[in-house]
């Protein structure tokens, strides 16, 4: 499974952006897709991530309730819904594909694919 990450860019604060992330291949029902972000000169951050099926979905303290994760099965993607984004969330922002229970976790190697980034850039 390759994943590729889309629809970052600049924005200004309090704006919205949605990211995308599109899975090539067969993914397996019990896959869990994460988003992580890495600020520069900062370690990465555990952002959400969302069951391939059901309906879970899991957020970091400091998005919860400001963005959602979604995904189209049909369409092999999911997606990042980023609403009133703040300066402090400017970063990469990578999503990655596992079959495990660690769903926050910040090590490549605990994915089975990890994608290759989009910049979102939010001005104050």
């Known amino acids: 499974v390759q994943l590729q990450a889309s629809g970052g860019g600049l924005v200004q604060a309090g704006g919205s952006l949605r990211l995308s992330c599109t899975a090539s291949?067969?993914?397996?029902?019990?896959?869990?897709f994460s988003w992580i972000r890495q600020a520069p000169g900062k370690e990465r951050e555990f952002v959400a991530a969302i069951r391939w099926s059901g309906s879970r979905t899991y957020y970091a303290d400091s998005v919860k309730d400001r963005f959602t994760c979604s995904r189209d099965n049909r369409k092999n993607t999911v997606y990042l819904h980023m609403n009133s984004l703040k300066p402090e969330d400017t970063a990469v922002y990578y999503c990655?594909?596992?079959?495990?229970?660690?769903?926050?976790?910040?090590?490549?190697?605990?994915?089975?694919?990890w994608g290759q980034g989009t910049l979102v850039t939010v001005s104050s």
């Open positions: 990655a594909a596992g079959s495990g229970s660690d769903y926050a976790s910040l090590r490549e190697s605990d994915y089975f694919s």
């Open positions: 291949g067969r993914i397996f029902s019990s896959a869990i």
